[in-house]
């Protein structure tokens, strides 16, 4: 199994910024793609941010021109840097790693981190 640790997060005011991180570690062999995703309130989960291993990048609607995601593959590790942050930002941030494995497709979330973001 691949256990995913969370850091970051946390309140800020409106257009500050913040960095999240997540690592990977345990079964890491086979992991294709990393990213991130938000949940607040109410709503359902979405999709924020990923990246697989040869660079591809699909960023979420909100996150387009303000947020950036970037990963060390030898550290199994993900960033989310978000700049200008919006009071709509704020969310449950949960790290997401997909892995191929003998079985087929394998998901991996993490523990989730807040962002809340202060008008």
């Known amino acids: 199994q691949v256990q995913l640790v969370q850091s970051g997060g946390g309140l800020v005011q409106a257009g500050e910024s913040l960095r999240l991180s997540c690592e990977a570690s345990g079964s890491t062999f086979g992991i294709n793609a990393m990213g991130w995703f938000r949940q607040a309130p109410g709503k359902q989960r979405e999709l924020v941010a990923i990246?697989?291993?040869?660079?591809?990048?699909t960023l979420g609607e909100s996150a387009r021109g303000r947020f950036a995601i970037s990963r060390d593959i030898v550290k199994n590790t993900v960033y989310l840097q978000m700049n200008d942050l919006k009071v709509d930002d704020s969310a449950v941030y949960y790290c997401y790693v997909q892995r191929s494995t003998g079985l087929g497709l394998q998901s991996a979330w993490g523990q989730g981190t807040q962002v809340t973001v202060d008008s």
């Open positions: 990246q697989s291993n040869n660079g591809q990048t």
